[in-house]
């Protein structure tokens, strides 16, 4: 059974910094593609970042690429994803993802290609 695990969301003044986490079980974080997305309010859900087995990250807008930052520790088994400078309109439900397999592929923001979500972790920025 898989399991993906966030947390580290919280409410931070804009300009702030936030680590978020993606713990695994039943799953290894190091033989496949994960990921990081988000949903605010009222929109759709939007991919962010994916980082595959080579570790070769792709951001899905350069807008979040000089912010976000994914990173892996297979020891733990966990994802993070670090943000600086955070905005309002960074305001959002977080969500961890993993596929199937080691690669993401060039639409890796599609969301139906991810086999497995974390229930999530709010930030809120004001």
């Known amino acids: 059974h898989v399991q993906l695990v966030e947390s580290g969301g919280g409410s931070v003044q804009a300009g702030g910094s936030l680590t978020l986490s993606c713990t695994a079980s039943?799953?290894?974080?190091?033989?496949?593609?994960m990921g990081w997305f988000r949903q605010a309010p009222g929109k759709e859900r939007e991919g962010i970042v994916s980082?595959?087995?080579?570790?070769?990250?792709?951001y899905r807008t350069d807008s979040v690429k000089g912010r976000f930052a994914i990173s892996r520790d297979n020891a733990n088994n966990t994802v993070y994803l670090q943000i600086n400078g955070l905005k309002p309109e960074d305001t959002a439900m977080y969500y961890c993802?993993?596929?199937?397999?080691?690669?993401?592929?060039?639409?890796?923001?599609?969301?139906?290609?991810?086999?497995?979500w974390g229930q999530g972790t709010q930030v809120t920025v004001s």
């Open positions: 039943g799953y290894s974080v190091s033989s496949a593609c």
């Open positions: 993802a993993a596929r199937d397999r080691e690669t993401c592929g060039a639409t890796w923001y599609a969301l139906s290609r991810w086999a497995y």
């Open positions: 980082l595959n087995r080579a570790g070769v990250s792709t």
